[in-house]
């Protein structure tokens, strides 16, 4: 089975219990569980990794890129701001793709901009927890997927 990493910023360890009208009550436990199935349907084997430390995300991209691991990237509140993390990303050599839960361009003006979208091979963005199950899909049928 071909790795994938699915890495997730801050804040995405409280899912559940954070702002569950918004981010829905799935929790980051159940995340991993339905990652790791999808995967395991399309031939992928996922590890999922949560951090609200920047440095400990750089760490794993920088990881990920060493060894053309494709990623699913749930940088949170970085995707706005980060540039170290836009950095990390434009050095992937395997597909990277931008998810997450909810629109961001339907909330809040200052969630409007991503500076990772791009150097993401792509964003899927507003279908909740099958935001990861979409990313998983492409990933499996992208060339350059760490096969």
């Known amino acids: ?40 349907a399309l031939g992928l084997e996922v590890e999922v990794w949560q951090t609200d430390d920047e440095a400990e995300l750089l760490r794993w991209l920088h990881e990920a890129a060493d060894t053309a691991t494709p990623v699913v990237l749930n940088p949170a509140a970085f995707t706005h701001y980060s540039y170290a993390l836009r950095d990390a990303c434009a050095q992937a050599t395997a597909p990277l793709v931008e998810v997450h839960l909810t629109n961001p361009s339907a909330r809040e003006d200052f969630r409007h901009t991503s500076v990772i979208a791009a150097v993401a091979t792509g964003t899927i ?3 909740g927890v099958d935001s990861y199950r979409l990313a998983l899909e492409a990933i499996a049928r992208l060339p350059n997927s760490g096969s």
């Open 125 to 127: 963005a507003g279908f």
């Open 1 to 40: 089975m071909r790795p994938v990493l699915v890495l997730n910023g801050p804040n995405l360890g409280r899912l559940g219990a954070r702002e569950p009208e918004v981010y829905g009550s799935a929790t980051h436990a159940d995340l991993v569980e339905r990652c790791a199935a999808w995967g395991k």
